[in-house]
């Protein structure tokens, strides 16, 4: 029996790949397996090429497996393009109305399955990823009945004749196959799964629960992929705790909008990718000079302009911490993992109240859209920091003075009212301003106003800004990430490990303001430091020369071709790295 395996489906988008993926790996969570989802999908509604890979393990994993072990294809340029992953003694599951072929030089078994024949004789070719999910699940040798009770809940909602079909087109594939094989395939069977409740989800639906959890009732957005998972599941969820959802007209509208929400003292959020962001920029300014707290999400994609709105991509690292115009401060923070999406954003919304800035979530698609298990939540975690928001009625103002706004403090945070409070009246301005809101041109304000809100930054402290993982003494490598590429690294560096070469690995979660101290030592000890991210000019590299130091020690191993990294190509470039060092 193995411990782990990697399962993909492909075909033309609209064709029911996701549908197929999400009931094969429900499934598969309810017996307990940790798995890791990788979606590879089309920028169009419908039509071209698109597959969703898992992989199943017995343990924790949070990484895309280098291979494949069974290919389902419901078209023939599904094995051309993915059949190359297969390992030797592979197999493809494919629907025999195609005449499927093995391309050349793939060392793969091939079933032909009459996957739409089967679909076609129970009324409809709808029901074909039915009958290619029971193909594939039966030779894994799993008990039907679980993947029953998860065709039944999906369907369940069309009447229990659709049920009743689709199982009808799982059990048919699954005989036919099992027929053809003589029984599953003992070489694919794999071991017991420990049976424990896990969680299932999108980084999207995490930072979902996230905000709700943390006190969200309002969000305005503007649909965009890959963040719009964030705004679907809120519309779902907030109305149910007395918040609201908007969808805007644009970008700009969203983000002034949430400014709005939040100085009314409503926890209001919004969530876009690279393009959207580009548009919020200048009333991100506005946010920062007035001091109004906002949390934004920016799920980065490929880019510029429309770029590769589907694909991987870790490229508005300098936007987000440099892209408005003049300085404010403002707090980016990186999640790097389904249950740090979770807290990172109950976090963010603390941190934008406690310091009366933006605080921008950064993440990427494959955080964003790719499903994983990961463990229980804990609620009793979850703690809400409004900061400096005054309660109740405030003393009467000096000589019925305006309220004092923007204060001077010693840490920057002044004292924050909602609109209403008594003697809290203050004026509101995007120009700069004195300790009342107005406006003022005088140089020695300006220079003590600029002071306030920047020394902000000085005092920001935040859960985890790096995380280290099992730290070597003496590493020959430190390898150091971000975002979604956590779980990449630890395999690869388990593989070092492995092979005698001693390393360190650092995800930097706070990205403004940098973690320069917390991540120095890790840095002296190194003989190299191997910077990896989904770019073309190594920004996080730059931040980490700009704000530590040790140039001379860094390398860049980016990758910007619309994929994730694969634990193997960071092996690979790790043992080249110790060839030369030998010589």
């Known amino acids: 029996m193995i411990s782990q395996l990697s399962w993909k489906i492909g075909g033309q988008q609209g064709e029911g790949v996701e549908s197929t993926d999400k009931i094969f790996s429900t499934a598969l969570n309810r017996l307990g397996y940790y798995l890791y989802g990788y979606r590879h999908f ?269 694909k991987q991509e870790q490229s508005d690292l300098y936007a987000m911490i440099y892209g408005t115009h003049g300085e404010i401060p403002k707090i980016v923070l990186s999640p790097s993992s389904i249950e740090e999406c979770f807290y990172d954003t109950i976090e963010a919304f603390n941190l934008a109240e406690i310091y009366q800035c933006p605080v921008i979530l950064l993440t990427d698609l494959q955080l964003s859209l790719g499903k994983q298990s990961c463990e229980l939540l804990d609620f009793n975690r979850v703690k809400i920091d409004r900061g400096r928001l005054m309660a109740g009625e405030l003393p009467p103002t000096e000589d019925n003075k305006l309220f004092k706004r923007y204060e001077y403090a010693e840490n920057g945070i002044s004292p924050r009212v909602v609109p209403g409070q008594k003697y809290g009246i203050h004026h509101v301005t995007g120009v700069e301003h004195d300790q009342e809101g107005r406006p003022s041109e005088s140089t020695e304000n300006r220079k003590n106003m600029m002071d306030k809100r920047m020394d902000k930054l000085k005092y920001v402290k935040v859960t985890n800004p790096i995380l280290v993982d099992a730290p070597h003494e003496e590493p020959e490598v430190l390898i150091i990430g971000m975002g979604s590429t956590g779980g990449t690294i630890d395999e690869a560096r388990a593989r070092l490990t492995e092979k005698g070469i001693a390393t360190n690995h650092v995800t930097v979660r706070l990205m403004h303001p940098f973690p320069a101290e917390e991540l120095r030592p890790y840095m002296e000890k190194a003989k190299t430091v191997v910077v990896l991210e989904n770019n073309a000019t190594g920004q996080l590299a730059s931040l980490i020369k700009l704000n530590v130091g040790y140039a001379d020690k860094i390398k860049n191993l980016l990758k910007y071709n619309g994929n994730p990294f694969l634990p193997a190509e960071i092996t690979t470039f790790c043992q080249e790295l110790n060839l030369v060092w030998q010589r």
Not at 172 to 178: G, N, P, Q, S, V
């Open 42 to 310: 089309s920028s169009r509604i419908k039509g071209g090429h698109t597959n969703n890979k898992i992989r199943i393990s017995t343990k924790p994993i949070r990484a895309i497996s280098d291979d494949l072990d069974i290919l389902v294809a419901f078209d023939q340029e599904t094995i051309d393009l993915n059949a190359f992953e297969l390992r030797d003694n592979g197999v493809i599951v494919a629907d025999a109305k195609f005449n499927p072929v093995v391309p050349e030089g793939v060392k793969a078994r091939l079933f032909p399955v009459p996957i739409t024949a089967i679909a076609e004789d129970l009324g409809t070719s709808l029901f074909k990823n039915m009958a290619a999910s029971g193909a594939s699940w039966a030779l894994l040798g799993l008990p039907l009945e679980v993947f029953n009770k998860a065709v039944e809940e999906e369907f369940g909602r069309k009447g229990a004749a659709v049920v009743e079909k689709n199982i009808e087109a799982v059990r048919k594939a699954a005989e036919f196959i099992l027929e053809q094989n003589g029984g599953p395939m003992l070489e694919f069977q794999l071991e017991p799964a420990d049976g424990k409740q896990k969680l299932f989800m999108i980084g999207n639906d995490a930072i979902g629960l996230g905000a709700l959890t943390g006190g969200c009732r309002f969000m305005p957005a503007y649909p965009i992929t890959p963040a719009s998972e964030i705004m679907e599941y809120l519309i779902k969820t907030l109305p149910k705790f007395g918040g609201t959802v908007i969808q805007t007209e644009d970008e700009i509208a969203a983000v002034t909008m949430a400014i709005g929400g939040n100085y009314a003292g409503v926890r209001t959020m919004t969530a876009s990718a690279g393009p959207g962001l580009s548009l919020m920029m200048e009333a991100i300014g506005l946010a920062g000079m007035t001091e109004t707290p906002v949390v934004i999400v920016d799920t980065q994609r490929g880019g510029p302009s429309t770029g590769l709105p589907t």
